[in-house]
């Protein structure tokens, strides 16, 4: 029995990690899904996984106790629901740990300004003439310590993530050649079939283009997206291609094989209406967040049981993240 036990936990210890997370910024929607989180209930049997709630990062957008706090609260459950299992998975905040903006700190000393302003969200920022906050502009370190702390191999995101991972990485690099080798270099993935999933009109979907559909919506605010979804004015009777349909591109999401190839000559013959493609469509996501839905709503009906998960996150984390910044402050010099 013993030995098993010890087998099994050298087993555990040999598992490579993943970590990765989401702003509290409002409610996920379906390209937060396909893009990133399916990947964190995916691979959970097979990384030692660290799932964040990445609520500093939202400060920068979010200056609201009681919005921040229900944010946070639905994306442990959007996580819970979507089949992450706190047993296997460690689901922490990423406030909780103080390490994260200590590492930041320590990284910003290593950092210059032009290399943090050929970031991409900073120069969207600087064409929209915003006023950029610190924060925004120091986003990239915050996430480099989130990442660089835990060790990971990867970290599974959608493709607008890509560069803040480079940034993770070349800051590591900077910083194993100034200080010795700390860090190993964590990798982006990214799968290629949802790297960038579109929303309602075409673009990206982004909560900040307005044309998200919201994965843990009620049926009337999905269908509502769905039926907005943005099309050509062709009639019912035409042929249409599907590959340059905005409905088509989320099908693909939910059909396979010769589901699709039916949809796809559906789409060719002509026949069919956009309106009847959107109510598909909008059945396929049904048939995908109900069950969702009835775990969310099981742990929303416990909230203490959430916010112990949230605890224990947070003491593994920390033991964690502890260690491996006593090892940072070490060799940095400042533990005398
Ligand atoms: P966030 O909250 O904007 O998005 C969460 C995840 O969803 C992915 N995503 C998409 N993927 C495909 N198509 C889309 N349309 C789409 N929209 C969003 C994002 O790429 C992301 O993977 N900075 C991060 C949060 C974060 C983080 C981290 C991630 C903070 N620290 C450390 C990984 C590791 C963010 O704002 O994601």
Request: glycine fraction near 6%.
């Amino acid at each position: 029995m013993c030995k098993t036990i010890a087998f099994l936990l050298l087993f555990n210890n040999m598992k490579k990690r993943l970590l990765s997370g989401v702003k509290p910024t409002g409610a996920p929607h379906i390209g937060n899904y396909f893009g990133a989180m399916r990947q964190f209930v995916d691979l959970q049997d097979e990384y030692e996984s660290f799932v964040m709630i990445a609520d500093y990062h939202a400060l920068n957008f979010i200056h609201n106790k009681q919005e921040m706090e229900k944010n946070i609260l639905d994306v442990t459950l959007d996580y819970l629901g979507i089949g992450i299992d706190p047993e296997k998975v460690i689901i922490f905040k990423q406030s909780d740990i103080s390490a994260h903006t200590e590492l930041a700190w320590i990284f910003d000393t290593i950092t210059t300004m032009p290399y943090l302003m050929r970031a991409h969200a900073y120069k969207d920022a600087e064409a929209k003439n915003a006023e950029i906050n610190v924060g925004t502009f120091n986003y990239p370190m915050l996430m480099a310590a989130d990442i660089l702390l835990y060790d990971p191999e990867i970290v599974p995101v959608g493709s607008d993530q890509k560069q803040h991972v480079e940034y993770a990485r070349d800051t590591a690099q900077k910083f194993n050649k100034i200080y010795g080798d700390t860090f190993i270099l964590p990798k982006e993935l990214i799968m290629k079939d949802v790297a960038t999933i579109p929303g309602t009109d075409g673009q990206k979907m982004s909560k900040s283009y307005k044309n998200t559909i919201p994965l843990f919506g009620t049926d009337e605010e999905i269908k509502k997206a769905v039926m907005g979804i943005v099309t050509d004015s062709k009639t019912p009777e035409e042929p249409k291609n599907p590959d340059e349909c905005n409905i088509f591109a989320l099908h693909k999401l939910f059909l396979q094989g010769e589901q699709l190839q039916n949809l796809r000559d559906k789409y060719s013959k002509g026949g069919m209406s956009y309106k009847e493609s959107k109510e598909m469509l909008f059945e396929e996501i049904l048939a995908l967040v109900k069950p969702m839905r009835e775990r969310r709503e099981m742990y929303r009906n416990n909230i203490d049981t959430v916010k112990e998960i949230l605890n224990k996150g947070k003491e593994k984390a920390k033991s964690i993240a502890d260690t491996k910044m006593n090892i940072i402050r070490s060799n940095i010099g400042v533990n005398i």
